[in-house]
C-alpha cells in the first residue's frame, strides 16, 4: 500500500502550493461564481414570490404541509456532520490521513449549515415573524413552546453553527497567520486582523493545542445531538412513518454517509482545480471511501430495522405506508433511494474503483442525490398518506421549490467558492506536522520522545520545533 | 316611499370602521391600520332601542332558496345579515337549515346583483330610470288584447302572487306559467287521483319501512329540511328501515339500508313485484281491488320483475318481508318514477303499495283544507315549459313577464325556446341575476334580495300545521335602484288603475292591510299593530286547515309490460342538494361544497358503473362524450357501483352561460340534451326519458374532487352495526 | 503525538468572576429593583381613585386627531358632570362603547348653547340627516376583540365601594384622563404588554382566546 | 401564553390526568355524533363557511387541495363496492358518511409541537388556535392525524369576497391572511358570547345554549353539542347535559385510550382512540338493516 502522502515534500513547497490556490483568481473561478449566483437567482425570484403570495404556489397542500423545503433541510444538516467527523471525531482518535482535507470538509459543515438554516425560514408561512421562536424578553410576556422540536431545532443548529463557525476559524488561525506573512496589499491587513497576532511562540501553540482539543471534544456530542434533535421533529410526532424510535441513529448515520460523500466530491473537484495532488492523494482518497462504505452499511442496517421493526409491529397503519413506499406513488424514488444508498456504495469496496478518480465522482454525486432521495421519502409519503384516508393525496412539488432547493446549491456553492478564496483549503501547518510526524514516526527513537513527553511531562522545547511554521 | 325609509332605519349600515368589521386579521403589516384618526366611525342618527352596536339581533324571516318555505332567523349586526339560521317556530324546518339556505346570504350578497333597470336598445341593454322602466311595461301592455299577456314564473305563493293575479286580470289574461324543473307534479296528479289530495302530507317519523321509488326526500324533493327532521325520528328507536330503488343513487339513496338499483323506468315493475310477493304472503291484502289492478299485480312474478328490474329478487323478496313485518309503511315516488313516459303509471303503482299496505290515513295524511286558496302556492313543472314554447312558437304573446324561472337554461335544446322567444313583442324579467332569460328580455328591473324584501309564503307542501311564511326585511337595500317585487306590482297595477290598490304607498302597507284584515280567529284577540308585531316576531302565522279525508281509489291504470329498453344507456339528470335546478350555480359556497355522492366540486360529472367504464375504458377523471338526438356533452366520469350499468347520470345546475362569475362556462347542463319525449297522462316532460350514446375522448384525469381513499381502508373511521344489535342496545332508550 | 486526551487543567481568570460578582450582578439588581420600583410606585399611586384595581402601567403619546366638530369632553364631563356612560351607553353591555347617535347630542343641544359655532355646525349635520363622520381615536388591531362590556363589569359594577359616578377614573386607566381633553387623544399604548401586565395586576383571564379569536 | 403558564398548564395537564378529572376546568366542550341521523347533506359545512368566515378557493386551488373546511363531510364507500362487481354489482348500503371537524383532544398531538404556543388548551377544554401568534411552521397539522388543520396557502380573503360578498364576513373573530394555520374551534364565538351573557346574568350556561354552527343547523340533528363537564362535577345541581348523557349512556369516557365497556355492543366510539389523543368527539356507531 501506498504512503498517504510524500514524506519528502518540502514544507515551503506546501506553503506555496497552498498559497497558490488562494491566488487572484482565474477565470474559472468566476464562471462557477457566477454559475452558483445563477441557480441562486433562480431561488431569490421563487422565494420573493412565495413572499409575496403564500406557500401556496410551492404546491404545498393540504395534507402536503411539508415537502421538498424540509426534505432539503435535512439534507443538508446532514451534510455537515462530516466536518466534524474529520476534523474533530478524528482528531480524537489520532487518525492523522483527515489532516489534508479536514480543513475543507470543515467548511462544508459550516456553510452547509449555513444553507440548512435557511430552509426553515423560508418554509414558514410567516417569515416575517421567525425570530419568535427564539425565547427573548418582550413586552408582551410571551415565550416559545419549549416543548417543540422546531424550538430545539432552533437551538441546536445555532449553537452548532457557532460552534462550528468557531471551530473552522480557531483551527485555521496558524494558516491565517502564513497567509498574513506572505500576503501583500489589502489582504495582508485582512489577515493580520484575522490571524489575531499568532506568532507561532511555544505558548501560543500550547494553548492552541488545548483549545482545539476542547473544541473538537465539545462538538462531537453537538454534532451527534444536533441531527438527534432534527429526528426528533419525526421521531416525536404521532404519524406513521415518523414516529419512529431508531430515528435519531438513523439520522446521525445518513448525515455521515451523505457529508462523506460530498466529501469526496469536493475532495475530487479541489485536487482536480486546485492540482493539489500531493495532498489529496488516492490513499486518503481511499480511506474516506472505506469510510464511507462502512457508513454506508450502518445506515444500510438501520435501514433495514427500521423497516423490519414496522413488518413486525402492531400498527397496520404504518405497515400499509411501508408498503406504499414500496409499490404506490413513491415507488420509483424509494427504489432508487435504495439503490442508491445501499447497493451503489459496493462500488466502494472494489479497490480498482475507489482508486479510479472520475468513478469516484460519479458515485459521490449518486450517493448525495440517494440521501437526497431518503430525506424526501422520510417527509412526503408520510404526510401523502397517513391515517386520514380522506386526506390521501399525492402531490408533486412545483416550480417554487425546486429553483429553491437548487438555489440552495448555488449558495453552498458561493459560500465554499469564497471560502477557497479566503482560507486555505489545505491545513498548511497540519499538513506540515503529519508529514513530520510521518517522516519521524519510522525513526523509534523519536517516537519515544514522543511517548516520553505524554508520559512523563518532559517540557516541550525538547522535541523538534516547528518553527518552520 | 318615504315612509318605508324611515321604518328601515333600523337596518341602516353602520360605519364599518365603528365596530371593526372586516378584518383582515393576521398582520401582514399593511392590513392593520392602527394609526389614530385613519378609520371612520359612524353613530346612528336615531337609535333604535334594540339594537346595540357589537351585539347581533335576530329577526325572523323566509327562505326562498327553494320552495319548501323554510323559516329563517338572520342575524343581524350593525345593520348587515351575517348568518342565516333555522327558525325554530317554523313548523318546516324547526330550526334547522340545509346548505343552500345557509347560503341564502350569498344570494343577497352576491357580487354579481344587478342593479339597475336596464332596457334592451338595439342589440344590448342599457341603463333606465324606473320611471322610464314603468312607463315602457305601461305603454307595451296598453291595448294589449288579454290572453297576449302571460306570466312565466317559478312557484309562486302569497300576497305576491295575489299581486300577480291581480295584474294579469287586470290585464284581462289568464296565462300564468309555472314552472319547475325539480318538480313532482305527476305524483300531484295521481295523488288527486287516487287520494283526492294533491299534495298529503306524509308521516316519515310513523313509518317503519319507507320505500321510496327514485325520490330524494333527503335532498330535493318536496321540503328536504322537514324531511330530514321527520327522518331523524324515523330512524331513532324502534328504528326503521329505509329502501331506496332507483337507477342513480340520490343522497336518500346514500342513506339507505338497502339501495336497489333498477334499470331506468322499472320502478313501477318492481313496485308491483313486491305487491305480488305480498299477496303471495297474504292474498287476502288484494281484497277490494279492482281486477286490472290484480292482473297487472299477477303480471309480475319476482322472476319476471327481476329479469327486467335488473335488481336482484332476494331484493323484492326482502322488500316485501320488510313491509309484511313492520307497519306502518311509506311507500313514495319522485323523480326517477315521474320522469318516463309511462311515469304516472308507476307513480299510480306505487300508491297502490300504500293501499295494499294500509298506510293511507296512517303514514299519508291529509292535509285539509287551506282557507285562503288566494294565497296557496301556484305550482308547475314541465308541462307549462312545453305549452309555452308552443305559446310562443305560435306566437300567441306578446308580452311576458318572466320571475324566478330560468326557461332558456332549464328548457331541452330541442323545444328551441331560446330562438322562439324572439317572437314575443316584449319580455319583461323581474330578476335579481343576469341568467340567461334575463339576457333575452327586453327590459329588466333588478329586484331586491329576499332578504330585502317583503312577502307572505305559502309552500306547496304543507306538514304538519299549515302556515303562512313572513318574509321581512333583514336588511336595507344594497342597491338604490333596485325595488321590492311587491312594489313594482303595485305601481304597475296602480298604473292599470286596478280597483283597491290605489291607497297603498307601498308593499308592506299592503301586506299590513292584508293582515289587519285576517280572520279574528287567527288574531287571538290582539289588536292589529300586537298581530302584526307578533307575525313579525314569530315569522310564520298557523292557520287552521281542518280536519281532511284522504279517498284510496284505485285508478285504472296500466304498465307497459316491459318498460325498459335494454341496452341502450338512459340519461338520468339528477338533481342535488345545493345546486338544485342551477338557481344556486352563483353562489361560491355551494359550488365550493363537494357534492354528497361523488365529491366533486366547481364541475359536471357523469357517473357511470364500473361496467360502462370498463366497456369504454376510462377511470374516475377522463371525459366521456354523451350524445343524444338533440346534442352532445362533455363531461368527466365517475366511476362507482350507486348507478345502473344502463343508466348514466349528470346532474343539473351547471352549465350556465350567464348567470355571473361563479357559474358561468362551469360544466355542463344535461338539460339541454333531453330528448323532447312526455309522460303519457300529464303532459310533463319525461326527463329520464333520454337514450344517449356514450364514447370516450382524450381528457383524462381531469376531475376535481374532495376526498383521498375512496374506502377507509380498514381503519375505524366510520363502524357499522346492524339494527338489531341498535335495537338491542338502544331500543328501549 | 503531540496531542493527548488530557485536558485542560487550567483556572479560571479571577478577571472574569471579579467583573460578574463587583459590577454585573449588582447593576442588574440595581435595575430590577429600581424598575419595580417605578412600576409599584405607579401602581401606588391610583390605587385611591379606584378601589379593588390596579391601573394598567404605560404612556403613550397620541397624535391629535382632526374631528368634524371639536367636541369639548371637559366641558361635559369636567364641569357638567355627564357620566362617560350617558353618552357611551352602549359600553356596560356590548364590546364597543359607541359613539352617541346624534339625536343624543340633539336631546340637549336644540335648548342649550344653540348658538355656539360648534352646536351650529351639529345642528347642520342633524338637519341633513346624516351623523358627523367621527374619526376614531382608541383602536386595536383587528384580531384583538376587546370588550367594554366586561370590563365595566369587573371595575365598576361589580366593584365593591366603587361610586358609578367615578366612572371616569375606570375609563382613563385605558383612555386617559379624557375629562381634562377637548378632543380626545390617545395617551395610553394599548398594546398587548399594557393589556398583559394590567391582567397580571388584576388578576385578569390570560386565556390567548379570550381577546384573540 | 407564558412560560409559567405553559409549564402550569403542563403540570395540571399531568396531575389531572392521573384521576381522569379535569376539576379546574370551567367548562369541557364536547360532542356526540350520531352517524344513524348523519345523513352526509353538507349543511354544517356550509354553516360553518357561513359562521367562521372561510374563504372560497375556486376550482383551481380546491384542485391542488388548498381548500378550507373545518367541517367536511368525508365519505367512503365499503370495501367489497370498490372491487370486483361479481362479489358486488352495486352499493347495496349506500355511503359511509362522517362529518369531520377538529376532535378538540385532551391530549392534543398539535399543541406540543407548535414553536411558539399558538396552539394550547383553554380552561374550557378547547383546543384553540391564536391567529396572529401563528408563523406558520404546519407543524401542527403534520401531527394531526385526522388532517383538520388548515392552512391559508394564499391570502384568501384578497379574492374570496368581491364587494358586496365582504360584507357577510363575521366581525366576531378574525380574517386569516396568508401564512397562518386554522381549524374548527367549536365556534368559539358563539360559546364565548354565550358564556360571557350567563356570567353577566350571573348564572350557569344551560344546556343547548351554546351551539356551534354546525349543530344549530343540523337537519337531523345528528350533531349534539354541550358541556362534558357536567357529568364530571357532582356539586353543581344542574342536570346533566344531553351531550353528558349520551357519552354515559355509551360508556365513552374522557382520558382513556381504550374504554373498558360493560356493554360492548354500544355504539360510542372515538376515531383513533388508540392514538391516545383523548378526542373530545364521539361518534355512534352507523346502523344499517342488513
Known amino acids: 500500500m501506498s504512503k498517504d502522502i510524500n514524506e519528502d515534500i518540502k514544507w515551503a513547497k506546501i506553503n506555496e502550493d497552498v498559497l497558490r490556490s488562494m491566488e487572484n483568481p482565474r477565470k474559472g473561478y468566476w464562471l462557477a461564481i457566477a454559475g452558483c449566483l445563477f441557480l441562486l437567482a433562480f431561488a431569490v425570484v421563487a422565494e420573493i414570490y412565495q413572499y409575496n403570495v403564500g406557500m401556496g404556489p410551492a404546491n404545498l397542500n393540504w395534507p402536503h404541509m411539508w415537502d421538498l423545503y424540509i426534505a432539503t433541510f435535512i439534507f443538508w444538516i446532514g451534510m455537515s456532520h462530516s466536518g466534524t467527523l474529520l476534523s474533530a471525531i478524528l482528531h480524537i482518535i489520532h487518525a492523522d490521513w483527515r489532516k489534508p482535507i479536514y480543513r475543507f470538509a470543515e467548511a462544508m459543515t459550516t456553510f452547509t449549515l449555513m444553507t440548512a438554516g435557511l430552509f426553515p425560514i423560508i418554509h414558514i408561512g410567516r417569515l416575517w415573524n421567525m425570530y419568535w421562536v427564539l425565547p427573548y424578553f418582550s413586552d408582551r410576556g410571551i415565550w416559545p413552546n419549549f416543548r417543540s422540536p422546531l424550538v430545539w431545532d432552533a437551538f441546536a443548529i445555532s449553537t452548532y453553527l457557532t460552534s462550528s463557525a468557531l471551530f473552522l476559524y480557531m483551527g485555521s488561525i496558524p494558516d491565517l497567520a502564513i497567509c498574513r506573512d506572505s500576503a501583500k496589499g489589502w489582504r495582508k491587513k485582512l489577515y493580520t486582523v484575522l490571524s489575531l497576532g499568532w506568532r507561532g511562540d511555544d505558548r501560543q501553540w500550547r494553548h492552541f493545542r488545548k483549545a482545539y482539543l476542547l473544541m473538537a471534544c465539545f462538538l462531537i456530542p453537538l454534532a451527534v445531538s444536533v441531527h438527534s434533535i432534527v429526528s426528533s421533529d419525526f421521531a416525536v410526532s404521532i404519524m406513521p412513518g415518523w414516529h419512529v424510535t431508531t430515528f435519531p441513529p438513523y439520522f446521525v448515520a445518513g448525515a455521515l454517509y451523505s457529508g462523506c460523500a460530498a466529501i469526496i466530491t469536493l475532495f475530487i473537484m479541489l485536487r482536480y482545480f486546485f492540482r493539489f495532488e500531493d495532498y489529496m492523494t488516492i490513499p486518503i482518497l481511499e480511506k474516506t471511501c472505506k469510510l464511507t462504505f462502512a457508513i454506508a452499511m450502518v445506515w444500510t442496517y438501520l435501514n433495514i430495522i427500521e423497516f423490519s421493526s414496522v413488518w413486525y409491529g402492531h400498527d397496520p397503519i404504518a405497515k400499509e405506508l411501508l408498503l406504499a413506499k414500496f409499490t404506490g406513488p413513491y415507488a420509483p424514488y424509494f427504489w432508487a433511494m435504495i439503490f442508491l444508498g445501499s447497493v451503489l456504495p459496493f462500488t466502494l469496496a472494489f479497490e480498482k474503483l475507489r482508486r479510479n478518480i472520475p468513478a469516484m465522482m460519479v458515485v459521490s454525486l449518486l450517493l448525495n442525490l440517494g440521501m437526497w432521495l431518503e430525506r424526501w421519502m422520510i417527509v412526503t409519503p408520510t404526510l401523502s398518506l397517513a391515517y386520514s384516508p380522506a386526506a390521501h393525496d399525492v402531490m408533486w412539488p412545483s416550480w417554487v421549490q425546486w429553483f429553491i432547493v437548487l438555489g440552495s446549491f448555488g449558495w453552498f456553492g458561493l459560500l465554499f467558492l469564497i471560502f477557497v478564496k479566503i482560507i486555505p483549503s489545505v491545513s498548511m501547518y497540519e499538513v506540515k506536522e503529519m508529514i513530520f510526524h510521518r517522516r519521524h514516526m519510522a525513526k523509534k527513537d523519536i517516537a519515544e520522545v514522543m511517548h516520553r513527553r505524554a508520559t512523563d511531562k518532559k517540557p516541550a522545547s525538547e522535541t523538534p520545533g516547528l518553527e518552520g511554521a | ?733 | 503525538m503531540f496531542n493527548t486526551l488530557q485536558l485542560p487543567s487550567g483556572h479560571i481568570t479571577h478577571c472574569g468572576a471579579r467583573f460578574v460578582n463587583r459590577f454585573l450582578t449588582p447593576s442588574l439588581f440595581l435595575l430590577v429593583f429600581s424598575a419595580l420600583l417605578v412600576l409599584s410606585a405607579g401602581a401606588a399611586h391610583a390605587e385611591s381613585v379606584v378601589p379593588n384595581a390596579v391601573p394598567p402601567v404605560g404612556t403613550h403619546d397620541g397624535d391629535d386627531v382632526p374631528q368634524p366638530i371639536e367636541f369639548p369632553h371637559n366641558t361635559h364631563v369636567d364641569v357638567n358632570k355627564i357620566n362617560c356612560m350617558y353618552c357611551h351607553t352602549y359600553a356596560r353591555r356590548s364590546p364597543v362603547a359607541g359613539i352617541p347617535p346624534t339625536s343624543k347630542c340633539m336631546g340637549c343641544h336644540s335648548v342649550i348653547a344653540t348658538d355656539k359655532p360648534r352646536i351650529k355646525k351639529l345642528t347642520e349635520y342633524w338637519e341633513n340627516k346624516e351623523p358627523p363622520p367621527w374619526r376614531k381615536v382608541h383602536d386595536v388591531p383587528d384580531y384583538v376583540h376587546f370588550t367594554h362590556e366586561k370590563h365595566l363589569k369587573r371595575f365598576v359594577f361589580d366593584n365593591e365601594g366603587m361610586e358609578v359616578e367615578n366612572v371616569s377614573e375606570v375609563c382613563a386607566f385605558c383612555h386617559g384622563d379624557v375629562k381634562n381633553m377637548t378632543v380626545a387623544h390617545k395617551v395610553k399604548p394599548l398594546n398587548m404588554g399594557f393589556c398583559r401586565r394590567c391582567h397580571e395586576a388584576n388578576e385578569g383571564p390570560f386565556d390567548c382566546w379570550k381577546c384573540h379569536k | 401564553m407564558s412560560l409559567s403558564n405553559i409549564l402550569e398548564d403542563w403540570s395540571r395537564y399531568r396531575k389531572d390526568r392521573e384521576d381522569g378529572g379535569f376539576h379546574d376546568y370551567e367548562h369541557m366542550w364536547g360532542m356526540a355524533i350520531d352517524l344513524n341521523k348523519c345523513i352526509g347533506c353538507n349543511a354544517c359545512s356550509v354553516a360553518c363557511y357561513a359562521e367562521n368566515n372561510l374563504p372560497v378557493v375556486g376550482r383551481e386551488k380546491f384542485s391542488k387541495g388548498q381548500a378550507m373546511h373545518w367541517m367536511r363531510i368525508e365519505r367512503y364507500w365499503d370495501e367489497p363496492d370498490l372491487g370486483d362487481d361479481r362479489i358486488s354489482e352495486f352499493n347495496q348500503h349506500g355511503a359511509n358518511f362522517i362529518p369531520m371537524n377538529c376532535q378538540q383532544c385532551n391530549a392534543a398531538t398539535c399543541e406540543p409541537v407548535c414553536p411558539v404556543a399558538a396552539t394550547y388548551h383553554t380552561p374550557d377544554g378547547l383546543n384553540a388556535q391564536v391567529y396572529n401568534r401563528c408563523i406558520g411552521s404546519r407543524y401542527c397539522s403534520n401531527n394531526c392525524p385526522y388532517r383538520l388543520r388548515f392552512f391559508n396557502f394564499y391570502s384568501y380573503y384578497e379574492d374570496a369576497w368581491p364587494a358586496p360578498l365582504e360584507m357577510q364576513l363575521n366581525p366576531d373573530l378574525s380574517v386569516r391572511d396568508k401564512g397562518v394555520m386554522e381549524k374548527c374551534t367549536f365556534c368559539v364565538q358563539r360559546i364565548r358570547s354565550v358564556k360571557d351573557k350567563a356570567k353577566m346574568d350571573n348564572r350557569p350556561v344551560a344546556d343547548g345554549e351554546a351551539m356551534p354552527a354546525c349543530a344549530q343547523t343540523c337537519p337531523t340533528s345528528a350533531i349534539v353539542f354541550g358541556d362534558l363537564l357536567k357529568h364530571y362535577d357532582p356539586d353543581t345541581n344542574a342536570p346533566e347535559t344531553k351531550v353528558t348523557k349520551m357519552w354515559r349512556a355509551h360508556q365513552v369516557e374522557l382520558g382513556k385510550p381504550r374504554q373498558n365497556k360493560q356493554n360492548p355492543e354500544l355504539r360510542g366510539y372515538r376515531v383513533f382512540e388508540g392514538l391516545n389523543t383523548d378526542p373530545c368527539v364521539m361518534f355512534l356507531e352507523r346502523v344499517r338493516e342488513v
Open chain 2, 1 to 733: 316611499m318615504s315612509n318605508k325609509v324611515n321604518r328601515r332605519d333600523f337596518l341602516k349600515i353602520m360605519g364599518w370602521g365603528g365596530v371593526g368589521a372586516t378584518l383582515a386579521g393576521c398582520d401582514m403589516p399593511t392590513t392593520v391600520t392602527l394609526e389614530e384618526g385613519k378609520e371612520q366611525v359612524t353613530s346612528y342618527l336615531v337609535p333604535e332601542e334594540y339594537v346595540i352596536p357589537g351585539v347581533g339581533v335576530y329577526y325572523a324571516s323566509t327562505c326562498l332558496q327553494c320552495p319548501a318555505g323554510c323559516g329563517l332567523h338572520g342575524r343581524v349586526r350593525e345593520g348587515r345579515i351575517l348568518k342565516l339560521e333555522g327558525n325554530p317556530e317554523s313548523p318546516v324546518n324547526q330550526g334547522k337549515l340545509c346548505q343552500m339556505g345557509q347560503a341564502g346570504v350569498q344570494t343577497h350578497y352576491n357580487p354579481d346583483r344587478l342593479t339597475r333597470p336596464m332596457a334592451r336598445k338595439g342589440s344590448g341593454l342599457t341603463p333606465v330610470s324606473w320611471d322610464e322602466a314603468l312607463s315602457m311595461i305601461q305603454s307595451k301592455t296598453s291595448g294589449l288584447a288579454g290572453e297576449r299577456f302571460a306570466w312565466f314564473t317559478d312557484t309562486v305563493s302569497g300576497h305576491q302572487a295575489v299581486l300577480m293575479d291581480a295584474y294579469r286580470e287586470s290585464i284581462g289574461s289568464s296565462r300564468h306559467y309555472v314552472h319547475e324543473i325539480i318538480n313532482n307534479s305527476v305524483a300531484r296528479q295521481v295523488n288527486q287521483d287516487m287520494l283526492g289530495d294533491p299534495q298529503p302530507h306524509l308521516r316519515f317519523d310513523k313509518a317503519r319501512v319507507v320505500l321510496s321509488f327514485g325520490a330524494d326526500f333527503l335532498g330535493t324533493w318536496q321540503s328536504p329540511v322537514h324531511n330530514a327532521v321527520e327522518y331523524a325520528t324515523f330512524r331513532e328507536a324502534p328504528r326503521g328501515v329505509l329502501v331506496q330503488v332507483e337507477p342513480k343513487m340520490t343522497l336518500t339513496g346514500a342513506n339507505a339500508d338497502l339501495w336497489v338499483a333498477v334499470r331506468p323506468g322499472t320502478e313501477g315493475v318492481f313496485a308491483l313485484a313486491v305487491a305480488n310477493a305480498l299477496s303471495a304472503k297474504d292474498p287476502a291484502r288484494l281484497d277490494g281491488l279492482p281486477d286490472k289492478a290484480r292482473q297487472l299485480i299477477r303480471r309480475y312474478d319476482i322472476k319476471k320483475a327481476s329479469r327486467i328490474t335488473g335488481a336482484s329478487g332476494d331484493h323484492i323478496v326482502k322488500v316485501s318481508g320488510w313491509l309484511a313485518e313492520r307497519s306502518p309503511s311509506l311507500v313514495i315516488a319522485g323523480a326517477s318514477a315521474e320522469g318516463h313516459e309511462h311515469g304516472y303509471d308507476t307513480v299510480a303503482a306505487t300508491m297502490l303499495l300504500n293501499i295494499i299496505l294500509g298506510n293511507i290515513g296512517k303514514t299519508i295524511e291529509s292535509s285539509g283544507t287551506f282557507p285562503f286558496p288566494q294565497l296557496a302556492a301556484r305550482t308547475g313543472g314541465t308541462k307549462d315549459l312545453i305549452d309555452f314554447a308552443k305559446a310562443v312558437d305560435d306566437k300567441e304573446l306578446d308580452v311576458v313577464f318572466f320571475r324566478g324561472a330560468n326557461p332558456v337554461f332549464t328548457a331541452p335544446e330541442t323545444l328551441g325556446l331560446k330562438e322562439k322567444l324572439n317572437k314575443v313583442g316584449f319580455k319583461v324579467a323581474f330578476s335579481m341575476f343576469e341568467d340567461e332569460t334575463t339576457r333575452m328580455a327586453d327590459l329588466v328591473l333588478p329586484m331586491y334580495s329576499p332578504l330585502e324584501d317583503w312577502g307572505t309564503h305559502v309552500a306547496a307542501y304543507q306538514p304538519g300545521p299549515s302556515v303562512i311564511a313572513i318574509q321581512q326585511p333583514l336588511m336595507q337595500p344594497l342597491y338604490d335602484q333596485t325595488r321590492g317585487f311587491g312594489d313594482v306590482m303595485l305601481s304597475l297595477l296602480k298604473m292599470q288603475k286596478a280597483a283597491g290598490y290605489s291607497d297603498y304607498p307601498d308593499y308592506y302597507a299592503y301586506l299590513r292591510d292584508a293582515f289587519s284584515a285576517m280572520p279574528g280567529s287567527l288574531k287571538n284577540g290582539a289588536s292589529d299593530d300586537e298581530f302584526w308585531a307578533s307575525v313579525m316576531q314569530k315569522g310564520v302565522l298557523a292557520v287552521d286547515t281542518g280536519e281532511g279525508r284522504l279517498s284510496a281509489n284505485v285508478i285504472d291504470f296500466d304498465l307497459p309490460e316491459n318498460p325498459a329498453k335494454e341496452g341502450a344507456y338512459h340519461l338520468v339528470p339528477s338533481a342535488r342538494l345545493g345546486m338544485w335546478d342551477g338557481r344556486h350555480a352563483n353562489i361560491p359556497w355551494l359550488q365550493e361544497a363537494p357534492d354528497q355522492i361523488s365529491k366533486v366540486v366547481w364541475d359536471s360529472w357523469a357517473e357511470i358503473h364500473p361496467n360502462t367504464a370498463r366497456k369504454l375504458g376510462v377511470k374516475t377523471g377522463d371525459a366521456i362524450k354523451i350524445t343524444s338526438a338533440s346534442g352532445t356533452i362533455e363531461a368527466n366520469v365517475y366511476v362507482y357501483k350507486g348507478i345502473h350499468p344502463d343508466a348514466i347520470a349528470v346532474p343539473m345546475g351547471q352549465g350556465h352561460e350567464a348567470y355571473g362569475r361563479y357559474a358561468k362556462g362551469r360544466g355542463v347542463n344535461p338539460l339541454k340534451i333531453l330528448a323532447l319525449n312526455t309522460e303519457g297522462k300529464t303532459g310533463e316532460l319525461a326527463h329520464h326519458g333520454t337514450e344517449v350514446q356514450v364514447s370516450r375522448t382524450s381528457v383524462r384525469d381531469a376531475m376535481v374532487q374532495f376526498g383521498g381513499s375512496e374506502t377507509q381502508m380498514g381503519r375505524k373511521i366510520i363502524a357499522t352495526v346492524t339494527a338489531d344489535v341498535y335495537e338491542r342496545t338502544e331500543g328501549e332508550a
